[in-house]
């Protein structure tokens, strides 16, 4: 039985459409998947022994410049691509139009989340099966229900799996890594904050790498790193690179940032920090993952950018009730319990 995924954003959402995958296949022997995504993310689902194929999308570069020849020609191959095979049905694991745009290429049963379950109701008039699914569940448990009703199997009650397999993890790794970019402004936990937890981390004989995506990011990893030996702007990477670098680490310290989902998925001790967001609903899940959320009055207030106007220590100001001392210690704590159960195996 072959399957077609379409899930192509952004990094979060297509790492926790990944144990949906561990399940179907649990549950159906034999069963391959194909998956549609963004090529930015398209590493990811080649991570899951269930995928065969990665098709990868480019609607985020393709809409600048959308009557281009080039964008012209690639839109062709991409369509004649995923048109070319036959598969027994086609999950929209997204619920977005434009997910649903893509689904209806493909000339196969269709299924996705009901009216009341996509994040855009409209989409549901465009598959031929549609299956309700609770909004206000994790988004994990999410796609994990949609494909139980797709295939018509029980929804597993087992935690999520994500499926991905790597060496056994090192106990005598001293390198951490802390995920500081994120994209709004209202996630980012105060500079002083990572850099006292830098601070922390490297007195005790912690290496730390600072990775970065953008400019903006790089030149926060600088100031992190400054007059510290322990503290290192990591280089450019992929996500496979990424994936590598943490695989070979202790832990890892995260803002609500898809790269701290990577981290999860991997099982690789970690702590994430949650202000402006709900953890409940798209946090971090898997064996050694601690989030911990701000205690404010205003939080989650789920905008971009903060609004709180009242004088406050940092900003955004919701964060001053997650001190860097309580971090470190959390991250301890989840190391400490990885390294046991290791030992013990």
Not at 36 to 57: D, G, K, L, N
Not at 172 to 190: D, Y
Request: glycine fraction near 4%.
């Amino acid at each position: 039985m072959r399957v077609l995924i379409v899930k192509t954003s952004s990094l979060g959402d297509v790492v926790h459409a990944l144990p949906a995958l561990t399940d179907a296949r649990r549950e159906i022997p034999g069963l391959l998947f194909d998956w549609v995504v963004e090529e930015a993310f398209s590493p990811i689902p080649a991570w899951h022994s269930a995928v065969i194929q990665v098709i990868p999308v480019a609607l985020r570069r393709w809409r600048k410049a959308p009557l281009s020849k080039q964008t012209r020609h690639q839109w062709h191959e991409f369509k004649h691509r995923i048109q070319a095979a036959d598969y027994d049905l086609v999950i929209d694991a997204q619920g977005l139009l434009k997910s649903a745009w893509l689904t209806r290429m493909v000339k196969s049963t269709s299924h996705g989340f009901d009216r009341t379950s996509a994040r855009e109701g409209l989409v549901a008039l465009s598959y031929d099966k549609t299956h309700h699914v609770s909004k206000g569940k994790h988004a994990i448990e999410r796609v994990r229900e949609l494909f139980a009703k797709s295939f018509d199997y029980p929804l597993p009650s087992t935690p999520a799996e994500y499926g991905i397999y790597t060496e056994d993890p090192a106990i005598a790794s001293r390198q951490l890594v802390f995920l500081h970019g994120t994209t709004w402004q209202s996630k980012h936990w105060p500079e002083s904050y990572w850099l006292e937890l830098v601070n922390l981390a490297t007195n005790d004989g912690f290496q730390v790498q600072l990775p970065w995506g953008n400019d903006e990011e790089k030149a926060r990893a600088n100031r992190l790193a400054l007059n510290n030996n322990l503290a290192q702007v990591s280089p450019a990477m992929d996500l496979n690179e990424m994936a590598s670098l943490l695989s070979c680490s202790a832990g890892a310290i995260a803002v609500d940032t898809g790269l701290g989902h990577l981290a999860a998925a991997l099982s690789l001790p970690a702590v994430s920090i949650y202000g402006s967001t709900d953890p409940s609903l798209t946090g971090t899940r898997g064996q050694f993952q601690l989030q911990l959320s701000a205690e404010f009055e205003c939080a989650p207030c789920l905008r971009r950018e903060c609004t709180y106007t009242k004088e406050s220590a940092v900003h955004p100001a919701c964060y001053q009730s997650i001190k860097p001392v309580t971090v470190w210690q959390q991250l301890q704590q989840q190391i400490n319990q990885r390294n046991k159960e290791l030992i013990n195996d």
